[in-house]
């Protein structure tokens, strides 16, 4: 993982090279929809306040939960025992980014939502409240953090996931086997390591369709996530690419002739 400056010095690349936001000069009807109906979408929604009066309650929650350490680890501490307000408060993506998903499923209406990484099922609200049709699958390695993420969902009163347990690089190929849909929309945030993020990409793969998207979190967290990253958006199927520098977006629009990459302000 990069050193704080490191990442600070990248963020200030980023911000200075990425194009402003707003969609001014931006040529692909598809990328300017996208910035001014989904990026510049400002609007509060009545579920947005739910899910962060739970996000509080978990953040001042001290229960410890025994955890196996998966993937990278955490940013934080690598401590077999954490507190959930520990997990709470660095884990999770902040609401802003939560949100924005939210946002991309409404507006694209997607069904079939896939997230790796439920941690204690925050997002996952986020997604499953975007559309109440299809379902969102969501996996997660260690089962104490997993029966908090269920908590969430019974106050919630959100029965449209379906939670795995287990690590992802057996559930993942295990669910896709039986799965016989395509899936519109996932996310990938868990195990920020080169080989397996492209792995489950990969296996992903197979389950989209021209107007799916995946998206992979902190591609530029870590030289592994930037090699991953910079390795998924060169392949062909790829048509075109986001970078809103903490998360990534990979589209498989056959409209889109010729590949296009894009770096906009978030
Ligand atoms: C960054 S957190 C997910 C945060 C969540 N998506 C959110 O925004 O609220 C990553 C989660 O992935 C889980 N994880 C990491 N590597 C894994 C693996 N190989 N198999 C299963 N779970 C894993 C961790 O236990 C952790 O809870």
């Known amino acids: 993982m990069f050193s704080k400056i490191e990442l600070a010095k990248k963020y200030l690349r980023y911000w200075t090279k990425a ?44 229960t410890l939960l025994e955890i196996r350490d998966f993937g990278a680890g955490s940013r934080v501490d690598d401590h077999k025992q954490r507190a959930v307000s520990s997990i709470a ?79 992802f690089d057996e559930t993942l190929p295990a669910f896709l086997a039986n799965y016989k849909d395509k899936i519109d929309f996932s996310f990938i945030d868990g195990n920020h390591r080169e080989q397996p993020t492209i792995n489950y990409y990969e296996q992903l793969l197979p389950f989209t369709h021209n107007d799916s998207v995946i998206i992979l979190d902190d591609i530029h967290w870590s030289q592994g996530m930037e090699n991953a990253w910079y390795n998924i958006i060169e392949r062909p199927e790829v048509t075109l690419s986001i970078d809103l520098f903490f998360i990534g977006l990979v589209f498989f629009r056959k409209e889109n002739k010729e590949k296009e990459h894009f770096t906009i302000r978030y």
């Open 19 to 62: 194009s402003n936001g707003k969609g001014h000069g931006t040529h692909s009807p598809f990328v300017y929809d996208f910035i001014r109906k989904v990026l510049m979408d400002n609007d509060s929604h009545p579920e947005f306040a739910r899910i962060e009066q739970l996000r509080q309650q978990l953040r001042k929650d001290n």
């Open 89 to 167: 408060k660095s884990a999770l993506k902040p609401a802003k980014y939560s949100q924005l998903f939210y946002k991309i499923i409404q507006h694209y209406n997607y069904k079939n939502r896939l997230e790796l990484g439920t941690s204690l099922g925050i997002t996952t609200s986020y997604l499953a409240n975007a559309n109440k049709d299809g379902k969102v699958y969501t996996f997660e390695g260690a089962p104490s953090v997993a029966t908090v993420a269920q908590k969430t969902f019974t106050n919630l009163e959100l029965s449209n996931i379906e939670l795995t347990e287990g690590n």
